[in-house]
């Protein structure tokens, strides 16, 4: 019979057709991006897994876990938290397998607009090919603001390809690119310091301190300090300080007396306020160590020891000249807690006051 050929001729044409439409549709199915995303942001603001959900409404490509592996295409670390005149500010690293990494600020006026600017960004660094078009032309936007990330792929303005579908679902207009006013870039090669690190700090410093002697004692001195670095205003730090002051040349009724002091102080700062490379902290400040008096050009010269001590606090100014070296300023007040008086007798001219004042400013080195 004629018709048992043709019936399978067009068996085998249709069975090509299938194998050619499995193939094409396997090759327009790009492989999956494994990389590990770290969200840190009040709970109030966004979670971790709105990000995710942000991102996997951009792509399906992409797969996020919590924990690094070594497959995977980068590292991915997003902070969102609240800043000055309510917006909202949010930083992006990306560590790409490969070596390069990046960091991006922004400022956005919600954490709604800040979750979606993250989301469009890690789709930027890892699958660009995803974006839509409206998507496309907020990641130029972005661009323009946020410049060049080392090592992120270039986004594209092309929507992709879809695979052929019995029929179109409707799918909701794209949403408006977040409001973006401020974009900074960091070097790629310096290191980020995570949230709740150590870090460490010297220095020496020059103070002036008005009380121990009747006039101000000039003085030096070194200090160490141990920090702990957060992102928020509770970043603690302890400061010990080892100094030496002196005044000579006192002169008064019955002699010329000469004071000096040398002692061990500890500031510990709880609060810190920062912008940009100037940080303030507000201390609880004491001070032990031992004052010695003399005098001179009177008929019984003598000399003495004694001990002195402060308890107060202080506010420390410290303005960073890059990522290790610093600046810093102090005040500090305390209350005297010994108030010792001197005279060459019988006339006494100088009495310890109540309250004790110091004025630092100093220069030290931070690691790491």
């Given at each position: 019979m004629r018709s048992e050929p043709v019936t399978l001729a067009m068996g085998a044409a249709i069975t090509?057709?299938?194998?050619?439409?499995?193939?094409?549709?396997?090759?327009?199915d790009p492989a999956p991006v494994t990389a590990s995303l770290d969200v840190v942001a009040a709970a109030a603001c966004t979670t971790r897994e709105e990000v995710v959900a942000r991102i996997a409404a951009r792509s399906s490509r992409i797969r996020l876990h919590a924990g690094p592996?070594?497959?995977?295409?980068?590292?991915?670390r997003a902070v969102i938290?609240?800043?000055?005149?309510?917006?909202?500010?949010?930083?992006?690293?990306?560590?790409q397998?490969?070596?390069?990494?990046?960091?991006?600020?922004?400022?956005?006026?919600s954490c709604a607009d800040a979750a979606d600017a993250l989301a469009l960004m890690v789709v930027i660094a890892l699958d660009p090919s995803s974006l839509a078009a409206g998507d496309a032309a907020a990641a130029g936007g972005a661009g323009k603001a946020a410049g060049s990330d080392a090592g992120a792929a270039p986004p594209s303005a092309a929507p992709s390809p879809s695979k052929p579908t019995a029929a179109e679902t409707p799918?909701?207009?794209?949403?408006?690119?977040?409001?973006?006013?401020?974009a900074v870039d960091v070097a790629a090669s310096e290191p980020e310091i995570p949230p709740g690190r150590p870090r460490y700090g010297?220095?020496?410093?020059?103070?002036?301190?008005?009380?121990?002697?009747?006039?101000?004692?000039?003085?030096?001195?070194v200090e160490a300090a141990a920090a702990l670095e957060r992102e928020s205003i509770w970043s603690p730090v302890i400061v010990v300080r080892g100094m030496h002051a002196w005044q000579d040349d006192v002169r008064a009724v019955g002699g010329v007396a000469a004071f000096a002091l040398d002692a061990l102080a500890l500031d510990a700062c709880p609060l810190r306020l920062r912008a940009a490379i100037l940080e303030a902290r507000a201390c609880g400040a004491g001070l032990v160590g031992r004052l010695s008096a003399s005098g001179s050009n009177t008929y019984l010269p003598r000399a003495e020891d004694r001990p002195f001590a402060t308890l107060g606090g202080a506010a420390f100014l410290t303005l960073a000249l890059g990522r290790y070296v610093?600046?810093?300023?102090?005040?500090?007040?305390?209350?005297?807690?010994?108030?010792?008086?001197?005279?060459?007798?019988?006339?006494?001219?100088?009495?310890?006051?109540?309250?004790?004042i110091e004025l630092d400013a100093g220069v030290g080195v931070r690691f790491p």
């Open positions: 090509v057709v299938l194998v050619g439409w499995a193939a094409a549709a396997s090759a327009a592996d070594a497959g995977d295409a980068a590292a991915i938290a609240a800043g000055a005149s309510g917006t909202v500010t949010a930083e992006l690293t990306v560590a397998s490969a070596g390069g990494r990046s960091t991006r600020k922004l400022t956005a006026r799918q909701p207009p794209p949403s408006p690119p977040p409001s973006v006013s401020t010297v220095g020496a410093f020059a103070a002036v301190l008005f009380g121990p002697a009747p006039s101000p004692m000039p003085g030096f001195g610093t600046l810093s300023a102090r005040f500090g007040l305390g209350a005297s807690l010994v108030r010792d008086a001197f005279a060459f007798s019988p006339r006494q001219f100088h009495r310890v006051p109540a309250a004790v």
